[in-house]
């Protein structure tokens, strides 16, 4: 096909767009690393965009690309000498993959199906695997995920490197998970996937209540991996919740892009066609069998509104028992809320308002403005308007979304209320104006107090307002912070009653003892089973002695280099970059009987390495790479995340201990 | 978007094309762009309205003896892409002319 140059760019974007997954998947399983893998894909990409333009695209541009890519892995083991031995046996694999290019067709699948797996690693930050499946399974560029996720494109390109070298150092192997992980590892896929899709579909913030590209981004992830992973139901199960879901896109915005709820959408222009790909992918769930799970669940929901030709039809009590299941498998307070809409819809809104109700002391729906929605509808179908209405301001002040809080704001304004006196939100107002409080105060104080109007309703008459419900709203909002936080927002409270000339609205908040260390050092028992445990690699067991022995971060304790040691003295001078660190780090017994084995024979460079070399692509800078055995300096993320994975079966959190409570322990014993 | 692509081929429907379609058209549904698709006759019916009357014209509107028909109904991110699948489906069936719309 002959183009135009402008229109050879977009007719390459697209055929990026169909094809990267299998390239990247591919060469990984060639290079044994997904950065590499996608680095030579992207290469190859260029090598595209220099070409098609003045010599046409390719028949067959897949295959254009991934020999392309294939002669730059090549190139690439080449130059590397190190890699010399190596490579001769990589180009003889190659020179055979020619004749074997049905193979490859065949394998293929099962690579892309691994490249998900590893994408959606659990290792990984939950941000960093949805940036990271979108730029190896999608074919988006960092621009392009970056403006789906309103983040900046310097962010996006961060994540997506450090997913990159966590994948890296981890060893994360290109394999399907072995049986009993798989289900575990699947979820996480999964999970991704309905990330994404929710990210489109309730467009968390910004003016759109929608973004229709990351939806379908998600539907051809999940439709992909519903061919390639064809016996989990699971996979089925989320493919059909999506499908229904987005076929009401069109129903749920109103002419001025305001949300329109489930039962006043128009049925009309639900897409019948993603309707009935729905339930086709849940018969397909079905034919699988097994007990039903989270999604499948989910997708049942979802089937059975898409059954009711209208809203009165809705089959309430069905969709309230799946409701029932559903909390069993995720009891999570998000699925509670749900369950209570059901509840209300099917046995009147005082059994919805009574669930609701048991959730609003839940500190992890704090900032949950459809809490706020929910109880605001159960309120006015009771006739509790005057109730109704905070609820509603409420849900306004939390959401992100432009259109939504316009129409919260006039649902608010419709509820008939009664105020007399004073109200709340007058009161704070009156009292953050006034002209002896400097800026610093006033923002403090502002904050505190701002948070109490929103969660007891600003048109609320000060003197309703009962120190009962200052007490919870700080349980709820504050109850996980440190005490100086804690005292700070009571202390504001503790002034605006002496103000405001009322009894002290903070008489049921205690003050807590404050203690300056943020999560408490460790105690002697923990400190002895940490030393106990067993087969803990030498280089761990030297770190954690270090930073318990000498109190000193753990980043200054990685930066110490083999040359700063002075073993007779047991102390480092750390010198960083351009500068001498004037405390050195000192240790004592304990790290000086571990070192010696350490060090080895090592003279310089960095005194902790990561466990591998650094993919060439990815060399360090010269001070942070050990000359002996090319190693880089371990970082101080994966030190952190391997004491936390060691510690988490003695942390009764279950969250593992950090390296700053480790450093702080020795002061307390 | 969403875009209806209808074609017609000079081409005979013999059993390589029928293969190689099969083959296509399972890749497109594994990346998740195909909604629908089938084979589609080539007359049919042409219904107008002219003053309030409607007049019906039954086809063949082609000459050629064994053209094929088809349509594929797909979902995408860009009018490139639905260009690219165009160009990627004319490849299987010769030559031959497709329409491409876009829905709404």
């Not at chain 1, 010696?596 to 390495?609: E, Q």
């Amino acid at each position: 096909m002959r183009v135009t140059a402008p229109g050879a760019h977009s007719a390459i974007d697209a055929v990026w767009k169909f094809e990267s997954a299998r390239i990247i998947a591919g060469l990984t399983r060639m290079v044994h690393d997904v950065g590499l893998a996608e680095e030579l894909a992207q290469d190859a990409l260029v090598a595209a965009l220099e070409q098609w333009p003045t010599q046409g695209v390719p028949d067959n541009p897949g295959a254009w690309l991934m020999t392309a890519a294939k002669r730059r892995a090549v190139d690439h083991f080449r130059r590397s000498e190190r890699m010399a031995r190596k490579h001769g046996e990589f180009a003889r694999t190659l020179e055979q993959q020619g004749a074997e290019e049905r193979d490859f067709e065949e394998r293929v699948d099962d690579d892309v199906l691994r490249l998900m797996f590893v994408s959606c690693h659990p290792v990984l930050p939950a941000d960093a695997r949805a940036a990271l499946t979108l730029r190896l399974l999608g074919g988006l560029t960092a621009a392009e995920i970056a403006s789906a996720f309103l983040v900046s494109e310097q962010a996006v390109a961060q994540r997506i490197a450090r997913a990159k070298r966590v994948l890296a150092e981890e060893r994360i192997p290109f394999e399907l998970p072995p049986g009993p992980e798989l289900a575990g590892r699947l979820s996480s896929v999964l999970e991704v996937i309905y990330l994404i899709f929710n990210e489109g579909y309730t467009a968390t913030s910004g003016d759109d209540l929608m973004r229709p590209s990351l939806c379908l981004e998600a539907l051809r992830l999940g439709r992909l991996l519903a061919e390639l992973a064809p016996r989990q139901a699971e996979v089925h199960g989320l493919v059909a919740l999506m499908e229904i879901q987005a076929s009401r896109g069109a129903a749920r915005t109103g002419p001025s892009g305001e949300p329109v709820q489930l039962h006043e959408q128009n049925r009309a222009r639900w897409d019948q066609l993603l309707i009935r790909r729905g339930f086709a992918a849940m018969l397909r769930a079905r034919e699988v069998g097994g007990p039903p799970g989270p999604y499948v669940l989910q997708a049942a929901i979802a089937v059975s509104h898409a059954q009711a030709r209208t809203a009165d039809e809705t089959d309430w009590r069905q969709i309230a028992a799946l409701y029932d299941a559903l909390i069993r498998l995720v009891p999570s307070p998000v699925v509670q809320l749900n369950r209570a809409v059901a509840l209300g819809m099917a046995y009147g809104p005082q059994a919805g308002l009574d669930v609701v109700d048991t959730l609003t002391a839940d500190p992890a729906l704090k900032d949950y403005h459809l809490l706020s929605v929910v109880r605001g509808d159960l309120l006015t179908r009771l006739g509790r308007h005057a109730e109704a209405a905070p609820e509603f301001e409420r849900a306004a002040a939390l959401t992100r979304n432009a259109p939504e809080r316009a129409f919260l704001l006039r649902r608010a304004a419709d509820a008939p209320t009664r105020t007399a006196g004073v109200t709340l939100g007058g009161a704070v107002r009156d009292f953050l104006a006034r002209e002896d409080l400097g800026a610093a105060t006033v923002r403090s104080y502002g904050q505190t107090l701002h948070r109490l109007c929103l969660d007891l309703g600003p048109r609320t008459a000060l003197a309703d307002v009962t120190a009962g419900q200052v007490g919870r709203v700080f349980a709820v909002t504050w109850g996980a912070t440190a005490a100086p936080t804690w005292n700070r927002h009571r202390a504001a409270v503790r002034s605006f009653s002496s103000w405001a000339s009322v009894a002290d609205l903070a008489a049921d908040v205690e003050r807590r003892l404050e203690d300056r260390t943020g999560r408490p050092a460790l105690g002697a028992g923990q400190l002895d089973a940490l030393w106990r445990m067993p087969a803990v690699p030498l280089r761990e067991r030297t770190l954690w002695r270090i930073v318990f022995e000498s109190g000193a971060g753990a980043a200054k304790v990685l930066s110490v280099n083999v040359e700063d040691l002075d073993l007779t003295a047991r102390c480092a001078r750390v010198t960083a970059e351009g500068r001498t660190a004037s405390v050195p780090v000192s240790w004592r017994s304990g790290a000086a009987r571990l070192l010696p084995a350490l060090v080895g024979g090592r003279t310089r460079g960095p005194l902790f390495l990561a466990d591998r070399r650094p993919a060439p692509a990815r060399t360090p800078a010269p001070a942070d790479l050990c000359p002996d055995t090319g190693r880089g300096r371990l970082s101080y993320e994966r030190a952190e995340y391997l004491f936390k994975q060691a510690t988490k079966h003695l942390d009764p959190t279950g969250t593992g201990y950090t390296l700053s409570q480790l450093a702080t322990s020795r002061r307390r014993l | 978007m969403r875009f209806l692509l209808t074609s017609t081929s000079d081409k005979s429907h013999d059993e390589a094309l029928f293969a190689e379609m099969g083959k296509f058209v399972e890749e497109l549904t594994k990346t998740g762009v195909l909604l629908a698709t089938g084979g589609m006759e080539l007359g049919g019916s042409f219904i107008t309205s002219a003053g309030g009357e409607i007049t019906v014209t039954d086809g063949p509107f082609t000459e050629a003896k064994e053209a094929v028909g088809g349509y594929a109904l797909i979902e995408v991110q860009s009018k490139e892409e639905a260009m690219e699948l165009s160009r990627r489906f004319l490849k299987i069936i010769g030559d031959g002319e497709t329409l491409m719309r876009q829905l709404f």
